[in-house]
């Protein structure tokens, strides 16, 4: 990630489950690392995201929601273009997307899934040549839904930019509400 916003919340709460290291590369991006056997194997379980651990996290409201909201801050976005906000949450694991679904569903949240990449498919980002190695899918919040996404998710971004955005979702709101 390049914001710093989540970075020491995120480095503070590691520190509690062991050792945490952290590199930087040349294009500003900063990556944390947790060593722990136990965190490892309470999320993956033969590769694979453990979806008995996901289902526990999302099983509790708040959790839940929190859960949500990192995700959100390292795998989506909250982007303005044109007069919308859009509320995209990418990831290439069909399984959490789904469970995550689940949440929103249960929540009164609306969302629709597609996938928007395939295999192989090569594009190219700052001059460098990328290729996509898995299918990549995205959910999309509905515009009708974006304050109550961000009621329910967004304010518990870390993000900087991504909260900037949630707090312009729920302003706009606010001045409609007062006849502005």
Request: charged share 30%; aromatic share 10%; proline share 2%.
């Amino acid at each position: 990630n390049k914001d710093a916003g989540p970075r020491e919340n995120l480095r503070e709460t590691l520190k509690k489950y062991g050792a945490v290291s952290e590199d930087r590369g040349d294009n500003g991006l900063w990556r944390l690392r947790l060593s722990s056997v136990k965190i490892a194997n309470l999320v993956k379980k033969n590769k694979k995201a453990n979806t008995e651990t996901i289902n526990h996290i999302l099983s509790k409201s708040k959790l839940g929601r929190i859960f949500i909201a990192a995700f959100w801050d390292a795998e989506g976005s909250v982007a303005k273009q044109h007069k919308y906000t859009h509320i995209y949450l990418y990831n290439s694991d069909k399984r959490i997307l789904d469970a995550i679904g689940r949440y929103l569903k249960q929540k009164g949240i609306p969302y629709t899934m597609r996938f928007n990449y395939q295999p192989n498919r090569i594009y190219y980002l700052n001059g460098h040549k990328v290729e996509t190695k898995k299918r990549i899918y995205r959910v999309s919040i509905p515009k009708f839904c974006a304050v109550k996404w961000a009621k329910e998710i967004g304010i518990h971004m870390l993000h900087s930019k991504k909260r900037k955005m949630v707090e312009e979702i729920l302003k706009t709101v606010e001045g409609d509400m007062h006849g502005k």
